[in-house]
């Protein structure tokens, strides 16, 4: 699980990937096209709701950068979702 006193971000993206059985998915930043792996979640329920999530559907999220040898962010913060998140 997280820490969450590591410093954190919002994203505004779009899921590539959705999550597979493992609990990573692909989301590209709206902003800068960067293609970027959430691998861990703050808890279950935020996981079930980011789990939902289909290839394309926009998302805004607070995330933490991965320590250590992950490359991967964490996700602790879903600000919304869906249609009414559609991004330019």
């Known amino acids: 699980m997280l820490k969450q006193q590591q410093r954190s971000s919002e ?25 970027y792996e959430v691998v861990d979640y703050i808890d279950d329920e935020l996981a079930t709701k980011l789990g939902a999530l289909s290839a394309g559907e926009a998302v805004n999220l607070e995330l933490l950068a991965g320590s250590g040898t992950s490359d991967g962010f964490g996700a602790v913060r879903i600000e919304s979702t869906g249609p009414s998140a559609r991004f330019k």
């Open 11 to 35: 994203r505004a993206s779009v899921v590539v990937s959705p999550m597979d059985d493992t609990g990573r998915m692909e989301l590209r930043d709206v902003e800068t096209d960067e293609i």
